[in-house]
C-alpha cells in the first residue's frame, strides 16, 4: 500500500500530514497527534483516538485521500 495523505473533510484542504500503513491492521495510527487544517476560513482541529491501521485504510480513497 501507498502513504496516505490525510485532508480537511470540511473544507478539502492538505493537512501537511501522511502516513504509510506498516501491514498491522490492530495498530494504531498517531495516537494522541493534533492536526490542524492550516486554512484561513477553517480551524478544525483533529486528534486520532484510537483509530487503527484498518480504519484509515477504509476511509482512504484509491487515490491516497484520506478525509478526516
Excluded: A
Excluded at 478539502?12 to 495516537?31: C, N, Q, R, T
Excluded at 484509515?56 to 491516497?64: A, D, H, P, Q, S
Amino acid at each position: 500500500m501507498q502513504k496516505v495523505d490525510f485532508y480537511c473533510k470540511k473544507c478539502k484542504k492538505y493537512m501537511s500530514i501522511s502516513y504509510i500503513p506498516i501491514g498491522d491492521k490492530e495498530h494504531l495510527v498517531l495516537p494522541g497527534v493534533i492536526m490542524k487544517c492550516h486554512t484561513n476560513k477553517c480551524k478544525r482541529v483533529v486528534t486520532l483516538k484510537n483509530c487503527s491501521e484498518e480504519r484509515i485504510i477504509v476511509r482512504t480513497e484509491k487515490n491516497g485521500k484520506c478525509y478526516l
